[in-house]
């Protein structure tokens, strides 16, 4: 299994941990953001939700970031998984997961990746709710 | 021929997934641009704003970036994953 | 199963996150810090660990500590589960789980219960060195 | 009667998990570890310290507080949980 991944399968915490943590027995501390699918937007009611992706280029800037982590973060190792297709209310869209010897630097590579995740991979959310589809820009 | 593609809301004002280019020789993205806004006039507005970025063969590109025969030009609007 | 609990046995991240986000629809981030038995401290190896705490103290503490995440920070619910007993290299040792809307609330409250856990509650580890077993005070 | 717990590293000081001592009246904090020292003289110099937290009946204590017949009464090492 691939540490950084675009997948439209659910995954599961435990496997992706087990998977950052085989890389050193020095890991100490595995910080963890799981993305998931709330019922609200803005105040709005949501149903559901589809993902669609730049095949390629978004899998490419995942790697970047995971490589950017590695280089200015003191972490051992990082994953990260993005669910694509349609996601259900409750259910997972994303996993970071940051591995260290130290807590600290996995907090701060792990929160570091999920806003650079947000800031420059090309996926992109659409909504289901009441008044139809809606896709979502961040930045209106 | 160069293949443009279109992304999330941009498909359905494209009506359309993506559209190919002859050119003759490279051309920038600026002027691809413009090619473009006079094709699908309901892009005009948004392609002249801030929000949307262009990628060449799958790396950001800026207004200056060089298109050459066989590229892959992305036209991206505000992500939302995570 | 409780969401502050001690225990012996090794925890499951999936069940844990699963309990965590039962609490509500309205959850879009989850924050996990997995605190694992790495192989070296203070640069000795380390070959098996030995967690005491105080029965009674010990959930009282933590499920203090729950209480004042749960008003200190815009979250929607946390959980912690801290393991006692033998624990061999690579096993997992502590998981704190906190859930919000947005995912800075969760990110804060996470890295501040595992602070203040560390600070309030009466576990204490023994590792297991070439030496022999030796009890570790964080502040000696 | 109250007893004292000792946790962690101060089990093996003492060589004991624990002491009942019998009271006529309530005593302080201070009280009870200057009648520990007597009693544990390889506790002493950890008694003097600041690193050892007092709990009575699971709560932490300070020097000042109360400790009355039927109380459990922690010795606290430094904690090094997480």
Redesign the interface.
Known sequence: MELVRIQRENFSINAEVELVKAASRGIGGVVVFLGAARDFSKGETITGLDFEHYPGMAEARLNDIRERALKNFNIIEIGIVHRVGKIAIGEDIVLITAASAHRNDAFMACEWAITELKRTTPIWKRETTKGGDVWVSETP | MITV?F???LK?LAKAESREYKIDAPITVAELKSMLKKDFPALSTILDGR?ILI?VN?EFADKNTIIKDGDEV?L???????
Chains 1, 3 share one sequence.
């Open positions: 593609r992304f999330a809301m359905g929000s990628s799958l992305g991206l609007p505000p992500f939302s994953g995570g």
